[in-house]
């Protein structure tokens, strides 16, 4: 099955710093790679999201970007705000057409912006 | 909508006791994901239902667990016996699958401690 790596476990950045998290996957199968924040008792919830045919995509201030050859993404957030503060998970999986899939998580990235 | 929507928040139980966790999927969606979040191992799938029916339960440590999704408006996920190592947190997810969209929404979890 599908394993998903993520690095680093912890992140400390100054506000206005840039932050980058960064995931590798197994399974060349897998052509979804979605970004979720987990904010202190609250579940996960979906900032940004690739698929396999494009290389980059940007919101705002945050960026994501894929190498499908060396299976690896990442998630870029500059301008970082104290707001940002959370927990990030990668994800990967097969969706093809109206049929879904079965997400696997990377273990997460506690991120902290100081002020 | 109001999102989805788990209870209780949080449980207490002693060992052995039957625990059962309560979710209501966003109305529409037609895939309920059941995850449970621990330090150790992250965030990991124990089972996903497709309308209604179980798809893949190949996440789901033992047969003290079970879920059931009645209806494409609830689904329960039962422990019994609960053990201490059951503690964690749990999240119901639901999403809408389609061509392009593949988001899924996450409730707020059930903390689940077994003492």
């Known amino acids: 099955g599908e394993n998903v790596e993520q690095h680093p476990s912890t992140l400390s950045v100054q506000e206005g710093d840039s932050a980058v998290i960064k995931c590798t996957y197994s399974?060349?199968?897998?052509?979804?790679f979605p970004w979720y924040k987990q904010e202190l008792g609250k579940g996960p919830q979906l900032i940004i999201d690739i698929r396999s045919n494009v290389g980059e995509k940007k919101d705002q201030r945050i960026a994501v970007t894929l190498n499908k050859t060396a299976k690896h993404f990442s998630l870029h957030i500059t301008e970082t705000q104290p707001e940002d503060s959370a927990v990030y998970f990668c994800?990967?999986?097969?969706?093809?057409?109206?049929?879904?899939?079965?997400?696997?998580f990377g273990k997460g990235t506690l991120l902290t912006v100081n002020p | 909508d109001a999102g989805v929507i788990q209870s209780p928040r949080h449980e207490v139980t002693e060992m052995g006791q039957e625990v059962t966790l309560r979710c209501k999927p966003i109305s529409g969606h037609d895939y309920l994901f059941w995850y449970r979040q621990t330090m150790m191992r992250g965030l990991e799938l124990l089972i996903y239902f497709n309308n209604n029916v179980p798809i893949d339960d190949s996440g789901m440590p033992e047969d003290r667990f079970s879920a059931k999704m009645p209806n494409a408006s609830f689904s329960t996920l039962k422990i019994q016996p609960s053990e201490p190592r059951d503690s964690a947190v749990y999240f119901c997810?639901?999403?809408?699958?389609?061509?392009?969209?593949?988001?899924?929404?996450f409730g707020q979890g059930t903390r689940l401690t077994v003492v």
């Open positions: 399974d060349s199968a897998s052509n979804y």
């Open positions: 994800a990967a999986s097969i969706h093809s057409g109206g049929s879904n899939y079965k997400l696997t």
């Open positions: 997810a639901s999403s809408l699958s389609t061509a392009m969209n593949t988001e899924a929404f």
